[in-house]
């Protein structure tokens, strides 16, 4: 799997570690932004669609 590095803002990246961990939606870090990615890729397919774009 290729890998990828970005820059952050902090306040973004603590938020979201309170998700990530035992018991919660994300195993890591690389975990949420994989499925945040995912998702927002989905809303562009929709709103591709909706416009005739696909």
């Known amino acids: 799997?290729?890998?990828i590095s970005?820059?952050?803002p902090?306040?973004?990246l603590n938020d979201l570690k309170l998700?990530?961990?035992d018991k919660k939606k994300f195993i890591s870090v690389a975990d949420a932004v994989r499925?945040?990615?995912r998702k927002m890729l989905d809303q562009l397919d929709i709103?591709?669609?909706n416009n005739g774009r696909r």
Do not use: R, T
């Open 19 to 21: 998700h990530i961990g």
């Open 1 to 3: 799997m290729p890998k």
């Open 35 to 37: 499925s945040a990615c």
């Open 10 to 12: 902090e306040e973004i």
């Open 47 to 49: 709103i591709d669609k």
């Open 6 to 8: 970005l820059d952050m």
